[in-house]
């Protein structure tokens, strides 16, 4: 089974929706989840050195007593947290995942709490210092409620980093042949969302910059293009080519 199997156009995108898809995909795939997703191609390995690039850039600095990351799969962007956190929580609501996540960092010297729920279901007694969405924030069905849940979870003056598709990219194909891609946000309203629920957007990037990213020329094109767009924070652009070439975006948003 490939992760980008086409499904029913008529399914509307839901949080359940999302859970069975990836629970029953795991159960399928006969490696791990990290490597089958963002080193099947080279052009998914473009977007993985792009998107580490700019959550490095993102955590730089960052020493805090204690993170939720949401949708962590099987821990793919975990890695980067772990120095950077005292206590580290990891929220998905597909079993499976947790179960890879356990496994892939079992040997890791530091207490993880792993935590199988809807993330918009979720209603802990504590806050945290810092919530990590990392390419989720598509899969829910309720925005709103994603929003405010990120504020409650989130100590005052804490961080949220968001990794999310961006439905304005040139390949809108996928919006309308994937269920799991239709409940992509734009950015504009990706602002006016965080803004709505007390949050101070700090810093918007293209996180992934790509087109027609199977030819090598292009591959290299990009790769630099999007070096020097997160090198000058964001002041490099293309002009009119930006947000078409932006397959998703980076928020990192404070709470007020």
């Not at 949401?70 to 609501?93: A, E, F, M, N, S």
């Not at 087109?211 to 009119?240: D, E, S, Y």
Request: a positive charge.
């Amino acid at each position: 089974m490939s992760e980008n199997k086409t499904t029913n156009t008529n399914q509307k995108m839901s949080n359940e929706y999302a859970k069975d898809y990836y629970d029953s995909y795991l159960r399928d795939l006969d490696t791990d989840y990290k490597s089958a997703r963002w080193f099947k191609t080279p052009a998914t390995k473009l977007d993985f050195d792009q998107t580490t690039a700019v959550l490095q850039r993102a955590l730089k600095g960052v020493s805090i007593s204690s993170a939720l990351e949401v949708g962590p799969g099987d821990g793919v962007w975990t890695d980067l947290l772990i120095p950077r956190t005292q206590k580290l929580t990891l929220l998905d609501q597909s079993i499976e995942m947790i179960n890879r996540a356990k496994e892939r960092l079992s040997s890791v010297d530091k207490k993880i709490e792993y935590v199988n729920e809807d993330f918009l279901q979720y209603h802990p007694d504590k806050q945290h210092d810092l919530l990590f969405l990392i390419r989720c924030f598509e899969y829910f069905e309720d925005k709103e409620l994603a929003a405010k849940t990120m504020a409650d979870l989130l100590n005052t003056g804490g961080l949220v980093v968001i990794v999310t598709k961006n439905p304005e990219h040139a390949r809108i194909s996928e919006i309308h042949d994937k269920d799991l891609h239709r409940g992509q946000i734009k950015r504009s309203d990706m602002e006016e969302l965080l803004k709505k629920h007390g949050f101070v957007i700090e810093q918007i990037l293209s996180a992934t910059w790509r087109f027609k990213a199977n030819n090598v020329i292009m591959r290299g094109l990009f790769r630099g293009l999007h070096w020097l767009h997160v090198k000058t924070g964001g002041l490099f652009v293309v002009p009119f080519f930006t947000k078409p070439l932006t397959e998703s975006y980076i928020y990192v948003a404070r709470k007020k």
